[in-house]
């Protein structure tokens, strides 16, 4: 997977894998997340909406199965 670099303010990079149909986003806080059997369409959709925040919580969240594989950087206090 290569990852993409996007403009939104919360979302940093996206890359998909389309022979496993696997979807990672990095959020700005560098925490990575991939979700499972994503499908092709989902991901163009994805690439293409005017606000990449809204379409994740709309269309992705909760309706994939994923998991963290980075846990973030930590904000400095």
Avoid at 2 to 16: C, F, G, I, K, N
Avoid at 24 to 44: K, L, M, N
Avoid at 52 to 64: A, Q, T
Wanted: charged share 20%; aromatic share 12%; proline share 5%.
């Amino acid at each position: 997977m290569q990852p993409v670099a996007v403009e939104s303010t919360t979302l940093a990079t996206v890359a998909y894998d389309s022979d496993q149909a696997v979807l990672e986003v990095e959020f700005r806080d560098r925490s990575v997340y991939q979700y499972f059997e994503v499908p092709a369409e989902v991901h163009g959709a994805f690439m293409i909406a005017a606000s990449k925040g809204s379409y994740l919580n709309r269309n992705i969240r909760g309706r994939f199965a994923y998991i963290r594989i980075s846990p973030g950087v930590s904000p400095r206090v």
